[in-house]
Each structure stands twice: as C-alpha cells, then as structure tokens.
C-alpha cells in the first residue's frame, strides 16, 4: 500500500513539474494584442452577449404569453 502511496506521489509531482514547464513556454510564446486585435474580439464578445440575452428575452416572452 505504502509503495502505491509512493508512486501516485511521484507521478503527482512530475504532472506538476510538467505542468509547470508548459505554462513557462505558452507564457514565453504569447504576446500582448494589439489594439485591432483586441478591438475585434471585445466587438464579437459584445455581440455575443446581446445574442445571448435576446434570446433569453424571447424564451422569457414566450413563457410569459404561454401562461
């Protein structure tokens, strides 16, 4: 039982140790976006947004008018 403990600790700490290393090069890799790209992407999460709240809205109607 103690050898089980032993190993499933081990592999916790190489999953951790691995972890860590893909978070360093991800973090190495990325970039900070620029003001077009962020632009782009604040636009299509706003519209997604409204969408989605529209569509609550009229899911909310229709129950309305079904009672």
Do not use: C, H, W
């Not at 190993?7 to 360093?24: C, P």
């Not at 991800?26 to 409204?50: V, W, Y």
């Amino acid at each position: 039982m103690l050898l089980v403990f032993l190993n499933y600790k081990m592999d916790l700490k190489k999953l951790g140790t691995s972890a860590y290393k893909e978070t360093r090069r991800i973090l190495r890799l990325s970039r900070k976006p620029r003001r077009s790209e962020f632009n782009e992407t604040a636009k299509i999460t706003g519209l997604g947004m409204i969408a989605i709240g529209f569509i609550g809205f009229v899911i909310f109607m229709v129950s309305q008018i079904i009672r």
